[in-house]
């Protein structure tokens, strides 16, 4: 693994049906994020992590969950989707340290259609 | 509110220069951040501002002015492979970054 991976890559989901987006890390990164990325609007923060163990909301929380119970993993659950969800999905890191170094990495992203 | 504004759409010639301009309000301010975004790709961080002035890299340069609220990116010799979208964010007083919608950037042959 080199930098940060997401899966899966793309997935049509029912509505009302659950689902976990996977993220993983390897760059030892402390802080985790979940976007999301509508057309039209800038990317949308749903949960962030500043380090394992903790997680906070973020503008748009309703409907999703995270955990973070290591530094590397950062899944995000949609309990029972809503087509309202169809967006792309983009995991990022960052190492928090301060000044430029607090750029964030981003995944390769999951696209999600909820009908 | 917070709100970041940039130009939906630029055209530019490829061999030339653009500017790309973002505006902003922000409960506080702790940086300011350009990313690079090719269609059905993720962004990639081109640059970073904190301090007054211009930063350089390579044909890249991004200018930041806190008291104006301001900054734009500078693109030179412009070559195909930059046609994207560039979006500014700003780190606020709670160090989350806010994010504009972005700029689609075109360039002509």
């Known amino acids: 693994i080199a930098g940060i991976t997401q899966a899966p890559t793309s997935q049509i989901l029912a509505a009302g049906r659950r689902m976990t987006l996977r993220c993983t890390q390897d760059?030892?990164?402390?802080?985790m994020y979940w976007y999301r990325q509508d057309l039209g609007l800038g990317l949308r923060l749903i949960h962030y992590?500043?380090?394992?163990?903790?997680?906070g909301k973020g503008e748009v929380p309703d409907g999703y969950s995270v955990s973070r119970a290591n530094t590397d993993d950062f899944p995000l659950t949609l309990a029972s989707a809503v087509p309202s969800q169809t967006s792309v999905y983009f995991c990022?890191?960052?190492?928090?340290?301060?000044?430029?170094?607090?750029?964030?990495?981003f995944g390769p992203g999951t696209r999600l259609t909820v009908l | 509110g917070q709100n970041i504004d940039q130009p939906t759409e630029m055209t530019a010639t490829e061999g030339a220069i653009v500017q790309i301009n973002c505006t902003y309000q922000?409960?506080?301010?702790?940086?300011l951040f350009w990313y690079q975004q090719h269609a059905g790709e993720a962004p990639t961080f081109l640059s970073y501002n904190v301090l007054d002035g211009l930063e350089e890299k390579g044909r890249f340069s991004s200018f930041l002015s806190r008291s104006k609220g301001y900054s734009y990116l500078l693109l030179k010799e412009l070559q195909m492979k930059d046609s994207a979208s560039y979006l500014c964010?700003?780190?606020?007083?709670?160090?989350?970054?806010?994010w504009g919608a972005g700029t689609k950037l075109i360039i002509k042959p």
């Open positions: 760059m030892r990164h402390n802080a």
């Open positions: 992590s500043n380090t394992a163990g903790t997680t």
């Open positions: 964010a700003v780190k606020d007083s709670n160090y989350q970054l806010i």
């Open positions: 990022a890191s960052s190492s928090g340290t301060g000044g430029e170094s607090t750029a964030q990495y």
């Open positions: 922000t409960s506080g301010f702790n940086g």
